[in-house]
């Protein structure tokens, strides 16, 4: 599964980059998020990135097991944000119709809920992801930045600049992803892996630094 996730992952790159170029090439990507490119071409290579990215999310939930429970569930919203918002499309005009609402929510929740289960991860299931855990840290950090540059895009600067931060965002999402997906290859399905899942602190076993010190 974490092989799958990775692939995913890797698919969803390759399709977000082509969808930035056969909507329009006048499109500025600076100034116009991915929505805007989504409905530019609707069924086109950004809804099927929105797409491969949930399926990627779903297939790591598996392949990871060291997930907190909190963390799994946030996941399965974000993946669950990304198919409403290839679903329902935004509206090419800033007056929103009820399908345009239900887009943004839905894109906002996963902005959100995306760095939030990073930082659980990082802090709760740190021992047993060893390097990774910086690294899910740092981008989980960097994301919610990017998303709150796009929130003071949107309320105080005329949406200036927002697609540039909403790229960034996404950058940092993808990577944090990724990063999970590595360590899970690594950890595979390892008793680390079935301790956690099972609500088992990850740290060292009760009795375990007393038994070495006594066999020294």
Same mark, same amino acid.
């Given at each position: 599964?974490?092989?799958?996730?990775?692939?995913?992952?890797?698919?969803?790159?390759?399709?977000?980059?082509?969808?930035?170029?056969?909507?329009?090439?006048?499109?500025?990507?600076? *100034?116009?998020?991915?929505?805007?490119? *989504?409905?530019?071409?609707?069924?086109?290579?950004?809804?099927?990135?929105?797409?491969?990215? #949930? #399926?990627?999310?779903?297939?790591?939930?598996?392949?990871?097991?060291?997930?907190?429970?909190?963390?799994?569930?946030?996941?399965?919203?974000?993946? *669950?944000?990304?198919?409403?918002?290839?679903?329902?499309?935004?509206?090419?005009? /800033?007056?929103?119709?009820?399908?345009?609402?239900?887009?943004?929510?839905?894109?906002?929740?996963?902005?959100? @809920?995306?760095?939030?289960?990073?930082?659980?991860?990082?802090?709760?299931?740190?021992?047993?992801?060893?390097?990774?855990?910086?690294?899910?840290?740092?981008?989980?950090?960097?994301?919610?930045?990017? %998303?709150?540059? %796009?929130?003071?895009?949107? /309320?105080?600067?005329?949406?200036? /600049?927002?697609?540039? *931060?909403?790229? /960034?965002? &996404?950058? #940092?999402? @993808?990577?944090?992803?990724?990063? &999970?997906?590595?360590?899970?290859?690594?950890?595979?399905?390892?008793?680390?892996?079935?301790?956690?899942?099972?609500?088992?602190?990850?740290?060292?076993?009760?009795?375990?630094?007393?038994?070495?010190?006594?066999?020294?």
């Amino acid at each position: 599964m974490a092989g799958m996730s990775f692939a995913g992952l890797v698919l969803t790159v390759v399709l977000a980059v082509d969808g930035q170029v056969d909507p329009d090439p006048q499109f500025d990507p600076l *100034a116009l998020t991915v929505s805007d490119y *989504a409905v530019a071409d609707r069924g086109g290579a950004t809804d099927w990135a929105m797409l491969t990215l #949930a #399926a990627s999310t779903v297939a790591l939930v598996f392949a990871l097991p060291i997930v907190p429970r909190l963390a799994r569930r946030l996941l399965w919203l974000f993946a *669950a944000g990304l198919l409403v918002a290839a679903s329902a499309p935004t509206d090419q005009s /800033l007056d929103l119709s009820t399908t345009g609402y239900v887009h943004r929510y839905a894109s906002v929740t996963a902005f959100v @809920v995306l760095p939030a289960a990073g930082w659980l991860i990082a802090s709760r299931a740190g021992p047993a992801l060893g390097w990774a855990a910086p690294f899910t840290r740092r981008l989980a950090t960097a994301a919610a930045m990017f %998303m709150a540059a %796009m929130l003071a895009s949107q /309320l105080f600067a005329d949406r200036a /600049l927002i697609g540039l *931060a909403e790229r /960034l965002l &996404l950058t #940092a999402g @993808v990577a944090l992803l990724v990063v &999970l997906a590595v360590r899970a290859y690594q950890l595979g399905a390892g008793p680390l892996g079935r301790r956690a899942d099972e609500g088992e602190e990850l740290g060292p076993r009760p009795g375990v630094g007393a038994q070495r010190s006594e066999q020294g």
